[in-house]
C-alpha cells in the first residue's frame, strides 16, 4: 500500500505548482519546510491564478506562507 501512495503523491506533485512566500519551489525544498513554521495554506485551482504564475498545464497552486 506504501508504493501505491508513493506513487500517488508523486504524481500529484507532478502536477502541482508549490510557491512558498510568493517563490516557486521544487518538491525537494516542499519537503524541507517545518510544518510548524507554516502560517497558512491555500490551494489555487482558478484558471486565472494559473495563467498568473504560468501554471496552465498544472491542476492546481498550493500557495504557502510561512510564519515570520
Known amino acids: 500500500a506504501s508504493d501505491v501512495y508513493k506513487r500517488q503523491s508523486e504524481d500529484?506533485?507532478?502536477?502541482?505548482?508549490?510557491?512558498?512566500?510568493?517563490?516557486?519551489?521544487?518538491?525537494?525544498?516542499?519537503?524541507?519546510?517545518?510544518?510548524?513554521?507554516?502560517q497558512s495554506i491555500t490551494v489555487l485551482k482558478d484558471e486565472k491564478s494559473k495563467e498568473e504564475y504560468g501554471a496552465t498545464d498544472k491542476d492546481c497552486i498550493i500557495w504557502i506562507t510561512l510564519k515570520k
Do not use: A, H
Open 12 to 38: 500529484i506533485m507532478k502536477n502541482t505548482l508549490c510557491i512558498v512566500d510568493g517563490k516557486k519551489i521544487s518538491e525537494t525544498e516542499l519537503k524541507n519546510i517545518d510544518p510548524n513554521n507554516i
